[in-house]
């Protein structure tokens, strides 16, 4: 028998389905959290898309931030917190990885912007190969903050590298001019 209340139950479900970013969404079958807790920030998610190789899908990429933004500059210049993380769809080694941040580096500054972060890049550089292997699952993340950057792998902070500057440019591989991935880049900004 249907009665008013589970019709009403219905509509509402209904409804609540509908409203965009309400439930989480899928990029290439793995699911992707409308927000995360940063600290004690509350982040939504700006876009999710794949990062993929010569046709090899590497990971799903998502940006959290605390409020959306269309362009790489409102992100970058953001004083709130902000997250990427990668879901790795295939096992990683540590260099492979590391490569892959220090290409982006390259391809988004001139040599004396590189030269005066070096020291940041190098401490990076060991993070990555402090976590060693990826494997097909893992989730790596990176929050961006004023005071830094810190990478966590599966949820265990692996450390850190200090500087506001150093933040923004890490945030250039995926967001820059000269992107690790023009479609990822496209999809981290919600087209």
Do not use: C
Request: aromatic letters at 4%; proline letters at 3%.
């Amino acid at each position: 028998m249907i009665t008013s209340t589970s019709v009403r139950r219905a509509a509402l479900i209904a409804a609540l389905m509908a409203v965009p970013g309400l439930h989480a969404a899928e990029v290439a079958g793995v699911r992707v959290a409308d927000s995360v807790k940063v600290g004690n920030n509350e982040l939504v998610l700006n876009g999710a898309g794949l990062r993929s190789k010569l046709f090899i899908k590497v990971y799903v990429g998502a940006l959290y931030v605390g409020q959306k933004a269309a362009t790489p500059a409102a992100i970058y210049d953001s004083a709130t917190p902000r997250r990427m993380v990668l879901r790795l769809l295939r096992d990683l080694d540590a260099d492979s990885l590391h490569s892959a941040l220090d290409e982006g580096l390259r391809n988004n500054h001139t040599p004396a912007e590189l030269s005066e972060m070096q020291a940041q890049a190098e401490q990076l550089a060991g993070i990555m190969k402090a976590i060693g292997k990826v494997r097909e699952g893992d989730t790596i993340s990176i929050d961006f903050s004023s005071e830094g950057v810190v990478v966590s792998q599966n949820g265990e902070v692996r450390g850190k590298v200090a500087g506001a500057g150093f933040a923004k440019a890490l945030l250039k591989v995926w967001l820059g001019e000269k992107p690790a991935d023009a479609s990822l880049k496209k999809a981290l900004l919600g087209s």
